[in-house]
Structures are given as structure tokens and as C-alpha cells.
């Protein structure tokens, strides 16, 4: 029995066959397998493509680069675009493979082999064959598919306004913004991911990770966390002589000594020892001290050390005066201390590591080490007090009174014992971290799996 198929229509007068209508059917097919194709990987591309690329790319004169930025500043609008180009081929894709195998097989039958068939075919070569290639050439594609997509909007603009304004009604009933769509940047917490799992794959090497989350760390550090405290402060007073101004800085080791008034709480300034033996040498006549001093900032402990390094450079200084919300001088703040906070400690002659590790569990600290510096080293997590940032102030704080050498605290699994001391400060402490209860049976049952 032969099938044949007769459409017959008024104005064409043309007759079409069974065949035909089948060939005609698969080529559509085809044509909107190649369209789901364009919408899908054109998704990747577009919102693959961060913002500061786009800017790049316009700066560049790419070809496409402005079309490309003209749909990226309505990221729902486009959104919407592409989401009713790809439903409504699919969904015609559907209609047509069900009608041509309803030709030949019974409806059910027909309806579910278009149903599976149809969605193999735009999983395979709709869907992950070109968003694979999108992935690959984001920024080539994106600039390619820029043109034909405002012409699709263009040609499916009733759906476009109508789902458009639809979807933001349903986002506005259901409380979202829809600001999530697109992400013009990576935001903080990305970028140190990034890191982490760079150094994990070896493309950044761990002192580059570790300078990198320095600079990270900078801009939340304040004044408080990174200055030599008062009590080790090495300052002269006004009524000290150049003389001896220079032997304390000889002394010291330091180029630059604060000058006081009375008492530390009334600093003046800063003396260099280059000015010191300039007038030592060549100076006419006795100068008192404060003729050399030259003036400096007096900030609060509270100050942000991103925006303090700003004013260093800017009011050319080396050294700054900490004081708390009394006016009291509590520490100061050298343009080496800042510099250390990016780059790391920066040890001189035979000064000791901040943190010394003696094996994986254990390392022996400076006093004034910050609390954060301990945790990383140990990857632990001790807490940090509104009074103390330091080890030695965890101790202290701990302790709720002076310790001496060789007394040991516990917090957790972290046992700490102070090693020096000097008249009441701590001086260097050990910090060891023992195996959890977890952690044991883990290693109770390695060695149980060994023994097996």
C-alpha cells in the first residue's frame, strides 16, 4: 500500500507527497537544531564574559566589542532573548518530529520516540557540543553571535517585552531583584579561591600565595596590629644632647628616634641620625634637640593602614605616632612596618624569626607575633580579644594574671607555653597543637588498616 500525503492549496495550487513533506520536515529540523545551537552556546559567551573583558575588548576596536557591551547593559533583556529563541525552537522541533513520524507510526508511538529523540538530538549537538566551543572561544564567539542575537530580538520583540516584563513581575512577587543575573567582576571571596586553588595545581608558588593574601589582609589591618608597641619604643627627650641622641640611636639600631616633651604621652616629632651627625659635625654652636625634630602624625589606633601608607607617602614621612582615644602614645608606626605586612618580616643582623617552626604541630613565637600570623602557621583558630591582638595578649588574657617562664595554658587542642620573659613581658612562646578525638580514631584506624 502506498502513502501519499496531497496539501493542496488555494493560491499555490501545489501538491505535496509524503516524501517531500518528510524531506521538508527534516531539513527544519536541522535548521532549528543548528538555532538551538546559536542560543544556547550565545548563553555561555554573553554571560561568560566578565565586564572589565568587554570594556577591553571596546577599547581595542574589536569588531562586535560595542554591540556586545549595547547587550550586556540590559543583562535581563537579553536573558530573556535567548531563553525564548531556544523554548520556542525546541518546542517547534517537538511539533514538527512528532507530525512527520505520526505519518507512519500511531500517535503514542510517534510522540514518544519525538519526545526522547528530539531531546537526545539537542543535548548532543544543541547543548553541550556548542556550549563546550562557547566555553573554549568566549570572547570570539560573544563578538560573532552579538549582531545575530539584537536581530533576534528584534524579530521576537512582542515575546521579549511580554516575558520580560512577566519575569520581573514574578521576581518581584517572590522578593528577588533579578541583580544576580550577571556579576560584571569576581567578587573577593572568588579571587582568593583562585588562589588557593592555584597554589594547589602549582601555577603560583607559595610565597607568591602568601604575599597575595597578605596584600588582601592589608586593607582590613589597622594601626593597632602593626606597631612597635610603647613599651618598645626607643625615644630621647628634647633636653637630651645630640651627643647622646646619636649613641642611643647607635645603640638601638635605630635611623630615626621620636622626640619627647616631658613624657612619651607628648611627642614632638622625629630626629634621623643623618641630621644628628650633620650638625654633630658641621653644625655651629650647641642646637637643643628640637631644633632637629621635624614633625610627624599623631594617629589613632583605630586607623586603617591602607589609608595611613596613603599619608605617608603623601606627607613624605617614615614614622607616625599611635595614640589611643585618650591622646596616650601608645606605640608607633615606621614605613618598614607597612612594608613587612606585603612582603613579610624583614629581619635584620641576627634578629629571630617572628615564627619559627619546629615541626608540623609546633612552632615558638615572639610575644608581639599577631594572633592571625599564629593561626595560619598552625591552622588553628584562636580567638583575637577587643583588648589583645597578640600572643602575648592571648596569654595574658588567658592567664587573667603575670605568668613566668614555663608555665602552660590550654585552649582546645592547642597547649601554649611561655619560653621567655622578660621583667613582665612575654618574650617568646611555644604553640603546639595536638590531634583532636577525631582526629586520634584517624589515626588509630590507619594504623589498624596498616597492620592488616
Not at 535548521?31 to 568587554?54: D, K, T
Not at 560595542?66 to 522541533?93: F, S
Not at 645630640?242 to 616631658?262: D, F, M
Request: with cysteine; aromatic share 6%.
Amino acid at each position: 500500500m502506498e502513502f501519499s500525503l496531497l496539501v493542496q492549496t488555494d493560491v499555490l495550487g501545489v501538491e505535496l507527497t509524503t516524501g517531500t513533506v518528510t524531506a521538508l520536515g527534516v531539513a527544519t529540523i536541522l535548521l532549528l537544531v543548528a538555532l538551538s545551537a546559536f542560543f544556547s552556546s550565545s548563553e555561555i559567551a554573553m554571560f561568560s564574559l566578565a565586564q572589565h573583558r568587554v570594556e577591553a575588548m571596546v577599547e581595542e576596536d574589536l569588531s562586535g566589542a560595542e554591540m556586545v557591551q549595547a547587550l550586556k547593559e540590559d543583562p535581563h533583556r537579553l536573558l530573556v532573548t535567548i531563553l525564548v529563541g531556544n523554548n520556542l525552537v525546541n518546542i517547534a522541533m517537538t511539533a514538527i518530529s512528532t507530525s512527520l513520524l505520526s505519518l507512519y507510526l500511531g500517535g503514542a508511538t510517534a510522540a514518544v520516540l519525538s519526545t526522547f529523540g528530539i531531546t537526545a538530538l539537542v543535548l548532543l549537538f544543541g547543548e553541550s557540543g556548542p556550549k563546550s566551543y562557547a566555553v573554549e572561544h568566549t570572547e570570539s564567539w560573544a563578538r560573532r553571535v552579538a549582531r545575530p542575537l539584537k536581530i533576534a530580538e528584534y524579530l521576537m520583540y512582542p515575546l521579549v517585552v511580554l516575558f520580560d516584563y512577566l519575569t520581573r513581575q514574578i521576581n518581584r512577587l517572590t522578593g528577588s531583584t533579578g541583580g544576580a543575573i550577571e556579576t560584571p567582576y569576581v567578587t573577593r571571596d572568588e579571587i582568593q579561591d583562585m588562589l588557593e586553588t592555584g597554589e594547589r595545581e602549582g601555577v603560583i608558588e607559595e610565597d607568591e600565595h602568601e604575599m597575595l593574601q597578605r596584600i588582601f589582609r592589608f586593607t582590613d589591618t589597622i594601626a593597632k596590629e602593626v606597631m612597635t608597641p610603647r613599651l618598645d619604643m626607643t625615644a630621647v627627650d628634647t633636653e637630651t644632647s645630640v651627643n647622646e641622641a646619636i649613641e642611643t640611636c647607635v645603640q638601638s639600631g635605630h635611623e630615626r628616634l621620636p622626640v619627647y616633651e616631658g613624657n612619651l604621652d607628648n611627642v614632638i616629632g622625629i630626629v634621623t641620625i643623618r641630621d644628628l651627625v650633620r650638625h654633630s659635625q658641621y653644625g655651629e654652636g650647641k642646637l637643643p634637640l628640637s631644633d632637629l625634630t621635624t614633625p610627624t602624625l599623631h594617629v589613632p589606633e583605630s586607623k586603617n593602614v591602607d589609608e595611613l601608607l596613603t599619608e605617608m607617602r603623601e606627607d613624605r614621612l617614615k614614622m607616625v605616632i599611635v595614640i589611643d582615644e585618650f591622646g596616650t602614645t601608645e606605640g608607633l608606626v615606621t614605613m618598614e612596618d607597612l612594608v613587612e605586612e606585603v612582603v613579610g618580616e624583614i629581619l635584620e643582623g641576627g634578629e629571630d624569626e617572628p615564627v619559627e617552626h619546629v615541626d608540623e604541630t609546633t612552632v615558638v613565637v615572639r610575644g608581639e607575633v599577631n594572633i592571625d600570623e599564629v593561626n595560619e602557621a598552625l591552622e588553628i583558630e584562636l580567638p583575637e580579644g577587643e583588648e589583645f591582638e597578640t600572643i602575648a595578649g592571648f596569654i595574658f588574657n588567658r592567664a587573667g594574671r603575670l605568668v613566668e617562664e614555663g608555665e602552660s595554658i590550654t585552649y582546645d587542642s592547642v597547649e601554649i607555653t611561655v619560653e621567655s620573659v622578660e621583667n613582665t613581658r612575654i618574650m617568646k612562646a611555644r604553640i603546639q597543637k595536638h590531634p583532636t578525638n577525631d582526629e586520634d580514631e584517624d589515626e588509630d584506624a590507619t594504623e589498624i588498616d596498616q597492620e592488616a
